[in-house]
């Protein structure tokens, strides 16, 4: 007992120091950078923080294992059971000293074909162990790893290489967030380290089908973006024995307050919908062997954040009494295998050791990897070389990939609640999970007041409304403060011009109190433009957007005002236009007591691309379009009023037609602005 409460010890100290190289200690409020690194910082900090015993880490391995699969996108795949055939083709062989290269594709899915070169050594007389090596982001893929192949090869393994969408044979849009605005990927739930995954299971099912294969002993390694998919298949995919995850993965913290995510693809992190880090997913490898390699000068990797995961990932090993199979390989030299491709060494003793049972002296695999074999030309690896086939999705998989929710056809209000309780139960676990388990107290003050604006005065309150953010809002007060009066929160959108809102409401005081609200990112809090494309993307690897924090903001708004004096808390209504309606009526849903919501010029839907460089409109929420879009959620706010200003999006018939159909077409208002609005 003495000795797991020592071994606890080191372990926490292990994975606590690295912590005070980020400097935490003062609060730096409305600061979007100190945010997202704090935020990072307790999400690596609480990564397998809980398990203190194997039987902890067994309780909540398969809630684990669900949770990587999801947010890699992986949920409408058939990871169990009978999947699609293979259809493997072969389109040519190439010979070369001791093996022979076989170019074939085979089929991932329907139309989803993945070119590869497969490696198999020669005087094969019965099944040996394998390899499947994944592809970094670099161009030629199979021309640029050729030589790892061809070592393996003149091991004795059978190597498979595999092609990633991005930088293939066909060129598929694999970077969506980093070079092309699509954001909107975010809403979908997909990440296109989900397709690269979903292509290596299949590759396993490859290599474990050919009768020259050993299927119980089959490897994973690859570099940089193939280091990361060495993290995820072993992770997902128990049949891979043994792994060597090279320059794939830092831990979150260092990544977020380093800024190396700005260098990295979408596809380095998974969607983050359940706070994990790394260690999280190297947990799941455990207790196989697992190699995890780094250079000491990597541009994208600190050497100190990749010791925090092993660090990490140690205690599990050390559960299963295994600490020998997990391995901190240290390399010289920038990103790669090392100054002198020493980390490849260490890769091929590796496998060696752990697929073959071979031990070999340092001595030894140093003069085999110094051998020199003829590289070919991307010409000769060529897997298509009679053309693409005609029916390759390859360049449109994230359009399918995932499956989205469709409008629903309902027809009583018995369907209606089932759909709302579905949609709201969904969005509470997988959009709006890193909602703050435990409120911040709101912390209201009363921070000027004046005579000049409104009938009755307007005063300006500042409240807490997560750890980090003290926002304002303004209430001009045109109704009597000696009894409970409606009132309407406007929301303001970034970047808007002075008195776009004022314009946008003006006539609605006449019933109403107003308030006008600035969520985080927006007037005193705003940030600048330049620097959205990193916050969105920061944003999504801690397990948020910003429109989702802007929505936790306008919920705890609307909590100030239902304590405030001379507000009745039961005839609160909210207005927002452009960008901010989309926070509106997500908010309006959470709340489920927005008397009334005023809309003007929503977006259509939140599957739309953004501008490449990360400005405009930050619409995106995680996974919501699996379960709905905006249209809908406007048609989940029934029975309540719904006040479109002026005409709406053709989308959002299918909301006013649900109305009608449940008999409350009166509360669909159509207005041309909002002083004609009568509440």
């Given at each position: 007992m003495q000795a797991k409460i020592i071994i606890g010890l080191i372990f926490w100290l292990m994975t606590t120091l690295c912590f005070a190289q980020i400097p935490f200690g003062n609060s730096q409020p409305n600061n979007i950078r100190y945010y997202l690194n704090r935020t990072a910082c307790e999400i690596t900090q609480n990564s397998l923080s809980g398990v203190n015993s194997l039987g902890d880490w067994e309780g909540i391995k398969k809630q684990r294992y669900r949770e990587l699969v999801e947010m890699l996108g992986l949920y409408d795949n058939p990871l169990e059971g009978e999947r699609p055939p293979l259809n493997i083709k072969k389109t040519g062989t190439v010979r070369q000293k001791g093996y022979r290269i076989e170019k074939i594709y085979y089929e991932s899915l329907p139309s989803l074909y993945v070119p590869a070169n497969l490696y198999i050594p020669d005087g094969i007389k019965k099944p040996v162990p394998a390899i499947l090596y994944v592809c970094g982001h670099a161009p030629t893929q199979k021309e640029r790893y050729q030589e790892h192949a061809q070592k393996f090869a003149k091991l004795g393994f059978v190597c498979l290489v595999i092609e990633t969408i991005q930088f293939g044979e066909v060129r598929g849009m694999h970077r969506?967030?980093?070079?092309?605005?699509?954001?909107?990927?975010?809403?979908?739930?997909?990440?296109?380290?989900?397709?690269?995954?979903?292509?290596?299971?299949?590759?396993?099912?490859?290599?474990?089908?050919?009768?020259?294969?050993?299927?119980?002993?089959?490897?994973?390694?690859?570099?940089?973006?193939?280091?990361?998919?060495?993290?995820?298949?072993p992770a997902i995919d128990q049949r891979i024995k043994a792994a060597a995850a090279v320059a794939g993965a830092g831990s979150l913290e260092g990544q977020i307050y380093h800024r190396t995510i700005d260098e990295h693809c979408d596809c380095m992190m998974p969607n983050n919908t359940y706070l994990q880090d790394f260690a999280d997913f190297g947990a799941l490898i455990a207790p196989r062997p697992f190699m995890i390699a780094q250079t000491n000068r990597d541009g994208y990797y600190s050497f100190e954040s990749v010791q925090t995961l092993y660090n990490k990932i140690k205690k599990i090993y050390t559960f299963y009494e295994e600490e020998e199979n997990l391995i901190l390989a240290e390399g010289s030299g920038k990103h790669g295998y090392g100054e002198t491709f020493e980390l490849r060494k260490d890769i091929l003793a590796f496998f060696l050791k752990e697929l073959m049972d071979k031990d070999i002296s340092e001595k030894e695999i140093e003069a085999f990897d110094q051998e020199i074999l003829p590289r070919l030309s991307v010409e000769e690896l060529r897997v298509y070389v009679d053309g693409i086939p005609e029916d390759d999705r390859t360049s449109t998989i994230q359009d399918s990939f995932v499956k989205l929710a469709s409008p629903p056809e309902i027809s009583n209000k018995k369907e209606f609640e089932n759909y709302r309780t579905t949609v709201i139960d969904f969005l509470k676990k997988q959009t709006f999970h890193a909602f703050p388990k435990k409120e911040t107290p709101l912390d209201v003050h009363l921070e000027f007041q004046d005579k000049n604006f409104g009938k009755y005065g307007r005063e300006v309150y500042r409240f807490t409304s997560e750890k980090d953010w003290k926002l304002e809002l303004s209430l001009k007060r045109t109704l009597p403060k000696d009894s409970l009066q409606p009132v309407l929160l406007v929301l303001r959108n970034p970047e808007e011009k002075r008195y776009a809102s004022e314009g946008f409401v003006s006539g609605a005081g006449k019933n109403m109190n107003i308030v006008f609200f600035e969520a985080r990112g927006i007037g005193n809090t705003g940030w600048s433009q330049q620097l959205q494309w990193h916050i969105r993307r920061a944003s999504n690897w801690t397990g948020r957007t910003i429109a989702s924090m802007r929505v936790y903001d306008v919920l705890r708004c609307v909590q100030v005002l239902r304590n405030t004096s001379g507000i009745d808390p039961e005839n609160i209504s909210i207005a927002a236009q452009g960008e901010m309606a989309t926070v509106a009526l997500y908010a309006a849903l959470l709340d489920g007591n927005i008397k009334n919501l005023v809309i003007k010029n929503p977006p259509a839907t939140q599957n739309i691309a953004s501008s490449p460089d990360g400005t405009g409109d930050a619409i995106e929420m995680l996974?919501?379009?699996?379960?709905?879009?905006?249209?809908?959620v406007a048609g989940l706010l029934f029975p309540n009023n719904f006040i479109a200003v002026k005409d709406l999006p053709p989308s959002y018939q299918w909301a006013e037609k649900l109305y009608t159909n449940l008999g409350t077409s009166n509360h669909w208002i159509k207005v041309e602005k909002v002083s004609e609005w009568k509440p």
């Open positions: 969506g967030q980093e070079s092309y605005g699509q954001f909107h990927w975010y809403s979908r739930g997909y990440n296109a380290a989900g397709v690269e995954t979903w292509n290596g299971i299949r590759g396993i099912d490859l290599l474990s089908q050919l009768p020259e294969v050993d299927p119980e002993k089959i490897g994973v390694t690859g570099i940089s973006g193939g280091g990361s998919q060495s993290w995820y298949l996974n919501c379009l699996r379960i709905t879009d905006l249209p809908q």
